[in-house]
């Protein structure tokens, strides 16, 4: 896919529908309507340049690194993008239906330092107007 900015091995990246490249995914950026999967390849620099990704799908599961301790008060949580290689992992409350981007299933690995869940990555189907670009209400 045509590819904008600086784009990691193994980083989220969303779908920017009005460039028509995939972007990396920030906690400004990403939302259910933009998230569209995993790169697997570097990039640097302007559209002209391709990534391969995965996208997301019903179903798969993921494991993500987040940016604080994985607790078991993380589990059935929607969850932030931190950066394109980060989850910020929240115990309270759940971010909004346009923000949180991840549902958390389970904690892996150790409860110190940055954790790992594994969940779901969430996306809703945004239906374009006759431009092919312009979301309609």
């Known amino acids: 896919m045509p590819a904008s900015g600086v784009i990691h091995t ?10 028509n490249v995939v972007s990396p995914a920030t906690a400004a950026n990403a939302s259910t309507t933009s998230i569209f999967g995993v790169s697997q390849d570097y990039a640097q620099g302007a559209s002209d340049t391709s990534v391969r990704v995965i ?13 604080n301790a ?4 993380n589990l059935l949580l929607r969850h932030q993008v931190a950066s394109d290689l ?4 929240v115990t309270s409350i759940s971010e909004t239906a346009s923000t949180g981007v991840f549902l958390a299933y389970l904690m892996t690995g ?8 594994i969940g779901s990555f969430l ?5 374009f107007g006759k431009d092919g670009v312009t979301p309609t209400t």
Request: proline residues 5%; contains cysteine; hydrophobic residues 50%.
């Open 86 to 89: 980060l989850i910020r992992n």
């Open 123 to 127: 996306q809703r189907v945004s239906v």
């Open 55 to 67: 996208p997301f799908v019903p179903g798969q599961l993921w494991e993500v690194d987040c940016v």
């Open 110 to 117: 150790l409860t110190t330092g940055s954790g790992k869940l």
């Open 10 to 19: 193994n980083g989220l990246v969303i779908f920017d529908a009005a460039a």
């Open 70 to 73: 994985a607790a078991t008060t």
